[in-house]
């Protein structure tokens, strides 16, 4: 939201590339560490997130998109995050199994915004889900009367 700034880190970035070997889980260990500024309690932080997949040729997809709210209480937490992808029509699934690509979003944070209401107007399809372990420091919130 428009009262929050963000003081330091990066607000947006590629993380890492896994090579499951043995079974289907992509272990993701990249610690994200942000810290914001606020005037106001609207527009609470979200984390975005988008799944690619690169096959044995070097081509890389989208697999999944999805967002989760960041913990309004301060301590450690375990959060799913449910992602989705474009179902596109049975030529398009064809070929993205032939020739890779895919059905992608033009504007992926579209979906975590005011207009995410439109989300239902999109062919979907589940893409599995990511597991987050999150830790959350508040700091002067009991001064302006926030209880966490």
Do not use: I, M, N
């Not at 606020?38 to 096959?55: M, N, S």
């Not at 474009?86 to 207009?115: C, I, N």
């Amino acid at each position: 939201g428009g009262a929050w700034k963000l003081l330091s880190g990066l607000g947006s970035g590629q993380t890492q590339v896994d090579d499951p070997q043995a079974d289907d889980v992509a272990y993701w260990c990249h610690p994200l560490d942000v810290h914001f500024a606020t005037k106001g309690l609207q527009g609470w932080p979200k984390l975005h997130l988008q799944v690619w997949h690169q096959d044995g040729l070097g081509r890389s997809q989208v697999l999944g998109y999805g967002f989760c709210h960041l913990p309004a209480t301060p301590g450690c937490h375990a959060l799913a995050c449910v992602t989705w992808r474009p179902r596109g029509t049975w030529r398009e699934r064809l070929s993205q199994r032939l020739v890779g690509g895919g059905p992608q979003l033009r504007a992926p944070e579209a979906t975590t915004v005011a207009g995410a209401t439109d989300r239902f107007r999109l062919r979907t399809e589940a893409a599995g889900t990511v597991h987050l372990q999150l830790g959350v420091l508040l700091r002067h919130f009991g001064r302006y009367g926030v209880e966490c």
